[in-house]
């Protein structure tokens, strides 16, 4: 299915990845426990800047700092809308 959202300019839309459900002993984490999770994948992306062309495509595994992006909720899924600069690595 694709995403019917278009970032504008040096915008992307990430779905960021699960937040963990259980420590590495095997505790269960609540979900006012869990930690905001910094990778997600690129899921869209703007045309870029005239001077400065987009370097991330649809489909990157990317790493992003931790409060990042402003959160939206579209057709029952949550995702990120951030800045390209917001973005720290390409995984």
Not at 11 to 37: H, L
Request: aromatic share 6%; net charge negative; charged share 25%.
């Amino acid at each position: 299915m694709a995403l019917n959202i278009k970032p504008i300019a040096d915008r992307v839309v990430i779905e960021a990845a699960p937040a963990e459900e259980k420590t590495a002993s095997g505790i269960y984490i609540p979900d006012t426990a869990k930690e905001k999770p910094q990778s997600g994948v690129v899921v869209a992306v703007g045309n870029g800047k005239v001077d400065e062309p987009m370097t991330v495509k649809v489909g990157d595994q990317v790493l992003y700092g931790k409060y990042s992006g402003t959160e939206i909720t579209y057709e029952g899924k949550e995702y990120l809308i951030m800045k390209e600069s917001d973005i720290y690595a390409v995984i």
